[in-house]
T-cell receptor, first 113, second 114 residues
């Protein structure tokens, strides 16, 4: 069965510090993995996705994620946090037999000046 | 290209009423999915349409229904509203219903049931 676990519902970092948001997945088939960001009162915006091929995926706004099959992880990182990165981040896995998205519970990122 | 649009953006209804939400996908996208977002349950899949056919349905009661038109626009309907239906309803479109396809989300319709 497909599922996603995001460790840490709230993460706080200082501006300029490393951002690390954790995501572990469970999938009965080779997964397709996604990270979305949601700003207040807005929909979801795709940051990056892993389908096949290179396991290090680069996305928008300086974010990247590495697919590690052995650890069933897809953690999101950014070397240097910016105030504008404050938002809620969702990791998602595809539905296995379907293309519906199964989301984690989200991580709210706060960036302190 | 214009993004996914949803109307209305905000809606207030009372228990027992019904509501219809509309979604216009990105031009050329033929697959439309709906999700419900609540603080308690998070983001949950409602249903997906492709070529005017419902392909998948999430674990929601029959009060939740939808349809897709020949121009790929989609509507979802909730009948006999309950307080627990208060949520942000998100529509997402993609080129086709393939697992690796990116789903592009609209801004959502925020429904408040009183």
């Amino acid at each position: 069965a497909q599922s996603v676990t995001q460790l840490g519902s709230h993460v706080s970092v200082s501006e300029g510090a490393l951002v690390l948001l954790r995501c572990n997945y469970s999938s009965s088939v080779p997964p397709y993995l996604f990270w979305y960001v949601q700003y207040p009162n807005q929909g979801l915006q795709l940051l990056l996705k892993y389908t096949t091929g290179a396991t290090l995926v680069k996305g928008i706004n300086g974010f990247e994620a590495e697919f590690k099959k052995s650890e069933t992880s897809f953690h999101l990182t950014k070397p240097s946090a910016h105030m504008s990165d404050a938002a809620e981040y969702f990791c998602a896995v595809d539905g296995g037999a379907t293309n519906k998205l199964i989301f984690g519970t989200g991580t709210l990122l706060a960036v302190q000046p | 290209k214009a993004g996914v649009t949803q109307t209305p953006r905000y809606l207030i209804k009372t228990r027992g009423q019904q509501v219809t939400l509309s979604c216009s996908p990105i031009s050329g996208h033929r697959s439309v999915s709906w999700y419900q977002q609540t603080p308690g349950q998070g983001l949950q899949f409602l249903f997906e349409y492709f070529s005017e056919t419902q392909r998948n349905k999430g674990n929601f009661p029959g009060r939740f229904s939808g349809r897709q038109f020949s121009n790929s626009r989609s509507e979802m309907n909730v009948s006999t509203l309950e307080l627990g239906d208060s949520a942000l309803y998100l529509c997402a479109s993609s080129l086709a219903p393939r697992r690796q396809e990116t789903q592009y989300f609209g801004p959502g319709t925020r429904l408040l049931v009183l």
